[in-house]
């Protein structure tokens, strides 16, 4: 009996570990927020969530410009501090309902619910200009960057892959037309 117990003190350990690196296994180490997996796992759930109850929601991707000239220049920790100032700026300015996560290097998404067109493109140009104004030290120098923001309105007939693929195209679009 007590090597049953003992076995069974084991496993429940063993499950708790794994639950603790399947929830890190979603998170971004870096900026604390959910990564490109953790992302696309509640974009998933979101779309079969919008399938079911036809509500609306909609997916803002944003890239830094500007990024990489900062890492050329002062070295990939001082991007690392700016992408922190940045993540937690976009976390400041999204409801307790949205979802932000790094989807790679300088790329962020935004899971909004309850949001139409209207609101997405309102969203996408107050996060450019809140990431405008965000601010890093490093070393003594002020780092800043810009953004481009685009998005898309779910659609639930869509997988992941295609909103996320139609988000940053429009994200790729905005940048164009900033760059007149």
Same mark, same amino acid.
């Given at each position: 009996?007590?090597?049953?117990?003992?076995?069974?003190?084991?496993?429940?350990?063993?499950?708790?570990?794994?639950?603790?690196?399947? #929830?890190?296994?979603?998170?971004?180490?870096?900026?604390?927020?959910?990564?490109?997996?953790?992302?696309?796992?509640?974009?998933?759930?979101?779309?079969?969530?919008?399938?079911?109850?036809g509500?609306?929601?909609?997916?803002?991707?944003?890239?830094?410009?500007?990024?990489?000239?900062?890492?050329?220049?002062?070295?990939?920790?001082?991007?690392?501090?700016?992408?922190?100032?940045?993540?937690?700026?976009?976390?400041?300015?999204?409801?307790?309902?949205?979802?932000? #996560?790094?989807?790679?290097?300088?790329?962020?998404g935004?899971?909004?619910?309850?949001?139409?067109?209207g609101?997405?493109l309102?969203?996408?140009?107050?996060?450019?200009?809140v990431?405008?104004?965000?601010?890093?030290?490093?070393?003594?120098?002020?780092?800043?960057?810009?953004?481009?923001?685009?998005?898309?309105?779910?659609?639930?007939?869509?997988t992941?892959?295609?909103?996320?693929?139609?988000?940053?195209?429009?994200?790729?679009?905005?940048?164009?037309?900033?760059?007149?």
């Amino acid at each position: 009996m007590a090597e049953v117990a003992r076995l069974r003190r084991d496993l429940a350990r063993a499950e708790q570990r794994i639950a603790e690196l399947e #929830a890190r296994a979603d998170v971004d180490p870096l900026l604390e927020i959910l990564n490109r997996r953790g992302f696309e796992r509640e974009l998933t759930r979101s779309l079969a969530y919008l399938k079911r109850y036809g509500t609306g929601a909609a997916l803002l991707f944003i890239d830094l410009d500007g990024f990489k000239p900062i890492n050329d220049r002062y070295g990939h920790a001082a991007g690392d501090v700016l992408l922190k100032a940045v993540a937690t700026s976009l976390a400041a300015h999204v409801r307790a309902s949205d979802v932000v #996560a790094r989807l790679g290097g300088d790329e962020f998404g935004v899971l909004m619910w309850n949001a139409n067109e209207g609101a997405m493109l309102a969203k996408a140009a107050d996060l450019e200009s809140v990431i405008s104004r965000a601010r890093a030290e490093y070393t003594g120098v002020e780092l800043s960057v810009g953004a481009s923001a685009g998005g898309v309105v779910l659609r639930s007939s869509a997988t992941a892959a295609d909103i996320i693929a139609d988000a940053d195209r429009a994200m790729y679009a905005r940048k164009k037309a900033k760059r007149g």
